[in-house]
């Protein structure tokens, strides 16, 4: 016999999946331990913080999401659609769901302890997934520095406590929700990775498109190899050798190596996307063999030319 909760939220537009669970106990009165201990996969002896960081990264490798929709009585697919992994495949079918070791993603992209804008907890009860992102340091609304820790206890809040609840710390009761007067001074690196890390996880903007004729694994190649032309040689033949492993269809294009490259090339992720590749070029780019590295500098302003 299915079950219900008798109190169902809905998700906000940005939320993380382990904020969204902290917001169905407390309307359930109700712990987020009994939720995780209820849905999830295997059986742990402890709500490991270490564990529940997959929830907002890779959900479906450790949580029951079908079966929390259910009886949440919500869309399925719906909670999937507030992790990571989801939302980049979304715009950019890298596969992380399947072919991407968590751990190495959440290294390289994701801080392991709650980070929230004090002024947006006074305002609506939810965390944000784009608090968690590695060099996004500050909200974008109120233009004040991501908090980390309670100010009254100093401790790192937890991405889900097994008492958790949003805007409350859960090792001494105090409300997130104060913060002194701060005009953050946001830097174009900064901008960048914001804007990049913002349409990824807005739903509706456009996603990247095969271009006609070619494979997508094709398509994000001749992308890659646009967007380098600006790069330093030591920088173009690092990209290039992942530009020949995505030659083997067994070799998935890392996402890593997209942000870096929009990093130094100082352009979002809707750019990229977005941008219409010369037809010249790719054709140019078709009828070379790009794997020989013994021509690459005149590769590389052969590309300037096009």
Same mark, same amino acid.
């Given at each position: 016999m299915d079950r219900y909760f008798l109190f169902r939220p809905k998700p906000f537009d940005c939320e993380? &999946?382990?904020?969204?669970i902290q917001r169905v106990s407390i309307r359930n009165l109700i712990s987020p331990d009994d939720i995780w201990r209820t849905f999830t996969k295997k059986k742990y002896t402890n709500n490991q913080n270490c564990i529940s960081i997959k929830l907002d990264v890779n959900p479906n490798?450790?949580?029951?999401?079908?079966s929390f !929709?259910?009886? &949440? #009585?919500? !869309?399925?697919?719906?909670?999937?659609? #507030?992790? &990571?992994?989801? &939302? %980049?495949?979304?715009k950019i079918n890298f596969?992380? !769901?399947?072919?991407s070791n968590t751990y190495s993603f959440v290294r390289n992209f994701f801080v392991t302890h709650r980070r929230y804008c004090p002024m947006c907890l006074n305002e609506r009860q939810a965390y944000k997934l784009i608090w968690q992102i590695k060099g996004i340091d500050f909200c974008m609304i109120h233009k004040v520095p991501l908090v980390s820790s309670c100010p009254k206890c100093n401790k790192k809040i937890l991405l889900l406590a097994k008492n958790g609840q949003v805007g409350v710390c859960s090792f001494c009761d105090h409300k997130l929700q104060t913060i002194e007067d701060y005009n953050y001074v946001i830097n174009k690196q900064e901008n960048i990775l914001y804007e990049t890390w913002d349409y990824l996880m807005t739903e509706n903007t456009p996603k990247l498109k095969k271009i006609s004729g070619l494979s997508y694994k094709e398509t994000l190649c001749i992308k890659i190899i646009y967007f380098m032309r600006k790069l330093s040689y030591n920088s173009i033949e690092n990209h290039f050798g992942y530009i020949i492993e995505g030659n083997d269809n067994e070799y998935i294009i890392p996402f890593e190596l997209v942000i870096d490259l929009l990093m130094k090339t100082q352009h979002t992720i809707s750019e990229? %996307?977005?941008?219409? %590749?010369? %037809?010249k070029f790719i054709k140019y780019i078709s009828s070379k063999d790009i794997t020989k590295y013994n021509n690459l500098v005149k590769l590389k302003n052969s590309l300037l030319l096009i």
């Open positions: 993380t &999946l382990s904020s969204y490798s450790v949580f029951d999401l079908s !929709e259910n009886s &949440l #009585m919500l !869309e399925n697919g719906t909670l999937k659609k #507030m992790s &990571l992994f989801s &939302l %980049i495949d979304a596969n992380l !769901e399947s072919t990229f %996307i977005n941008e219409d %590749i010369p %037809i």
